[in-house]
């Protein structure tokens, strides 16, 4: 039961290039959320989607960040023209729709992207 | 005020003493709370959530709740050297807009031989 992938697991990208983060849950879940950790900072919520909507994104810096969930596909974070302040490690939780686990997030192995 | 607050430690416990990670929160509304365990370079684990007012046991981890006091603790009995990491406490103020988890900035514990 492969749990919640993310890739690539490290990302360069230079000031000014796109930064593509691929987030897939868990089988059986349909909900999907993104942290940002900074360094020497806590996990920071991001935003939360289910398939083809984004249902919370008020963590979410107001330029140059956007985020989707297709019907197909991963979940995507996508940021824009990076700056340095963009480095950090990225996770990716899913939880499922229903049941006794519902609120229970499980974490992926993160992305972490530098910004040289 | 933050949210969830945390000591950052680090604690140190020697092997095979209980281990005490406390957090606590702001917001009254917190529903649900939770306790992940992040090895350095890691992704955050989930060990324990907890729903209800007192005692939550699994293994050699307990969580307790006390929302009257807005008080989160996890105790780990017989601490191993494994057992070393930062300890995040969570929190999730159920809203229209989904589930999303408020972390502390967690405790760094360490287990010593």
């Known amino acids: 039961n492969a749990g919640v992938m993310q890739n690539p697991r490290h990302l360069v990208r230079r000031r000014g290039q796109e930064a593509r983060l691929r987030c897939s849950p868990m089988?059986?879940?349909?909900?999907v959320y993104w942290y940002r950790q900074l360094p020497e900072e806590g996990l920071k919520f991001m935003v939360y989607?289910?398939?083809?909507?984004?249902?919370?994104e008020s963590g979410m810096p107001k330029e140059r960040f956007s985020a989707e969930f297709p019907k197909e596909g991963p979940s995507i974070l996508r940021i824009q023209q990076v700056v340095r302040g963009d480095s950090a490690a990225y996770f990716c939780?899913?939880?499922?729709?229903?049941?006794?686990?519902?609120?229970?997030?499980?974490f992926g192995p993160g992305t972490r992207l530098t910004v040289l | 005020q933050k949210e969830v607050e945390q000591n950052s430690g680090p604690l140190s416990v020697p092997e095979g003493a209980i281990a005490s990670l406390n957090c606590t929160y702001s917001?009254?509304?917190?529903?649900?709370f939770f306790w992940y365990r992040q090895y350095s370079g890691k992704s955050p684990e989930l060990i324990m959530f907890?729903?209800?007012?007192g005692d939550k046991e699994d293994g050699r981890f307990t969580a307790q709740l006390n929302k009257a006091s807005q008080y989160v603790s996890l105790l780990i009995r017989d601490s191993q050297p494994s057992d070393s990491a930062t300890y995040l406490c969570?929190?999730?103020?159920?809203?229209?807009?989904?589930?999303?988890?408020?972390f502390g900035t967690g405790t760094q514990l360490k287990v010593e031989l």
């Open positions: 917001d009254r509304g917190s529903q649900s």
């Open positions: 089988k059986g879940h349909s909900h």
């Open positions: 969570a929190v999730i103020h159920f809203t229209g807009g989904g589930n999303k988890l408020t």
């Open positions: 907890i729903y209800s007012n």
């Open positions: 989607l289910q398939k083809e909507n984004i249902i919370d």
């Open positions: 939780a899913s939880s499922p729709s229903l049941g006794a686990n519902y609120n229970e997030q499980f």
